[in-house]
């Protein structure tokens, strides 16, 4: 046994209070007696120990833990700033880095530029290919750009296919170089697992200003590829002012088409389609104008591109087919048309593309009571080879419906006579390119002579347009082309100046106004 005052009880209690206050090195000292007291203080240092050990991992633990909390938070803040497809910078990251290239720009003397570009044919590519090879595409386009700049560059994917380059201290001049090289570096092909594909791209270039925020450059670099897109295919335009101009016409422009597919100001005109051998109007080409308010009449081809662009093309087409079908009621009630008169309409790749168009088409047939042979819908070459599988399936849904379908603009695309044999197509329409040296070329007949034979191969049947003297008429005629259209017979008319049209019909052989 111990005494009441054993100096070793005081000791162990300071000792405990040491340890209780985090001392965990601390050890009590046992005394030689060996005695319970001592067995006590042994315990103690035990439980000391033990204590200290599972402190000592807990410390390690936590610090491990710390690490790796430290390293997914780097993760996550490169994944923030990064693409994951390219691993190229993203939108944030690249304003980032354009802030402060402006900033620089202030003591540097060159200022920052901004380069945009858009690649040209991605959608398509990614719609027929598939998006695995779409992905591969933005893969390696971000590879090449890469390739194209300087480490200080910051090279970024905004989504989509559209990309930007952010180049301090580098000035217009010199960024335009850099800018070609990139276009001159997606020139070369890219290989696919079954084929290899180009994609140029669009460019826009936007130097900083003193006071500019990042938002502005980037505008200003998106108006000035723009510009480039509007002009064709791997150009490069450097902002101005003025091309502001041009956006806000573009899109006062857009606002008016908005309110007239709603109101007033479009009409269709059409143009005769004239069977060759007898001069019989066999039908019209429903044509779109636009009698702006103040611009006066636009033609399509400056605002269809822009309907497009701009979404509104199923709207305008929807409009289309229901007034030219309507129109074709029309004259059937007023038997100015017998049941052999067909109205050709115009369907744009996106109408094509979208199901409802099937239903509009069948509503409208339905509607009027049209018969469906009356109508035929002129579809573009390139709007068809270019077209995917749900394509295929809608020219077949409305090829069900009983409707004419022919292709539009024939000889300026690449469909393959394979191709042409496998649409569900009954006849071609030959583009005017193709016989514009009739009469000058010698050349000419002969291949007039060879695109006749070729569509007849195909077991189908030509409509030549743009047909605009006799000699010509009288050579296609000869030829055994079956019908034409073209400002030799008629330019497009009105609706009401058709029936007299069709009534008088144009004189068979020697055919002509
Ligand atoms: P397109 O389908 O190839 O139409 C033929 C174009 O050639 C028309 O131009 C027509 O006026 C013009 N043309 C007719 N005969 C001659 C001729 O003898 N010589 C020459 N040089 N030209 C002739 P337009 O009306 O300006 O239409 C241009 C294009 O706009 C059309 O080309 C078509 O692609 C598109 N378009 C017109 N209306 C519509 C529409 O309702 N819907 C859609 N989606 N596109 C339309
Ligand atoms: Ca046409
Ligand atoms: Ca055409």
């Known amino acids: 046994m111990f005494a009441d005052n054993d100096p070793r009880l005081s000791q162990l209690l300071e000792g405990i209070v040491r340890l209780a206050s985090g001392d965990l090195n601390s050890r009590i000292e046992v005394s030689p007696a060996r005695d319970e007291l001592d067995a006590i203080i042994m315990g103690t240092n035990l439980l000391a120990e033990d204590l200290q ?17 430290h390293e997914a938070h780097l993760e996550m803040q490169k994944m923030a700033m990064q693409d994951p497809l390219t691993g190229l910078a993203n939108r944030s990251a690249l304003l980032t880095a354009l802030k402060s290239a402006q900033s620089d720009g202030a003591r540097d003397t060159l200022p920052p530029v901004i380069l945009l570009l858009d690649l040209d044919a991605f959608k398509s590519i990614n719609d027929t290919q598939g998006h695995t090879a779409g992905d591969k595409v933005l893969i390696t ?9 300087r480490a200080t560059d ?11 380059i952010v180049m301090p201290a580098t000035g217009a001049d010199q960024a335009a170089v850099v800018g070609q090289r990139i276009l001159a570096a997606l020139k070369e092909p890219i290989e696919l697992p079954d084929r290899s594909i180009r994609c140029g791209a669009s460019v826009g270039l936007s130097v900083g200003d003193a006071g500019q925020g990042p938002e502005e450059m980037l505008m200003q670099a998106d108006v000035a590829m723009y510009a480039s897109k509007a002009e064709g295919l791997n150009r490069l335009h450097i902002f101005e002012p003025g091309l502001l101009l041009v956006r806000r016409l573009r899109s006062q422009l857009l606002d008016d088409l908005r309110s007239a597919l709603k109101g007033e100001g479009l009409v269709l005109n059409y143009q005769p389609v004239v069977e060759l051998a007898t001069g019989r109007v066999e039908g019209v080409e429903a044509l779109i104008r636009w009698n702006h308010p103040s611009r006066g009449r636009i033609m399509p081809d400056e605002f269809i591109p822009l ?12 409009w289309v087919l229901t007034t030219a079908v309507e ?6 009630d007023e038997d100015a048309v017998d049941s052999a008169f067909s109205v050709r309409i115009n369907i744009s790749a996106t109408d094509l593309q979208s199901l409802q168009f099937i239903e509009d088409v069948r509503g409208v047939l339905k509607e009027t009571g049209v018969r469906p042979e009356q109508v035929v819908l002129e579809l ?7 077209g995917n599988d749900l394509d295929r399936y809608s020219l077949g849904g409305l090829r069900g419906l009983g409707v004419g379908i022919e292709i539009d603009d024939f000889g300026t695309g690449y469909s393959s006579i394979s191709y042409l044999r496998r649409l569900p197509v009954d006849r071609v329409k030959v583009d005017r390119s193709l016989i514009v040296g009739l009469g000058t070329d010698p050349n000419q007949p002969a291949l007039v002579a060879a695109v006749l034979q070729l569509v007849r191969a195909c077991g189908l049947e030509a409509v030549w347009e743009g047909v605009e003297t006799a000699e010509q008429a009288e050579h296609l005629r000869t030829l055994g082309c079956l019908s034409a259209q073209g400002y ?16 008088a019909a144009f004189p068979a052989g020697n055919i002509g106004p």
């Open 327 to 332: 129109q074709l009621r029309r004259w059937v």
């Open 141 to 149: 386009v971000a590879d090449r750009i890469r390739g194209a700049v």
């Open 307 to 318: 309907a497009e662009e701009a979404g509104l093309i199923s709207e305008l087409g929807r």
């Open 53 to 69: 050990i599972i402190y000592e991992e807990l410390e390690q633990r936590v610090e491990v833990r710390t690490k790796l909390l």
């Open 380 to 386: 573009t070459e390139m709007a068809i080879v270019k």
């Open 488 to 503: 030799f017979f008629s330019k497009p008319l009105p609706a009401d100046d058709i029936p007299a049209l069709v009534a």
């Open 154 to 164: 910051v090279v970024a994917r905004l989504g989509g296919d559209e990309f930007a």
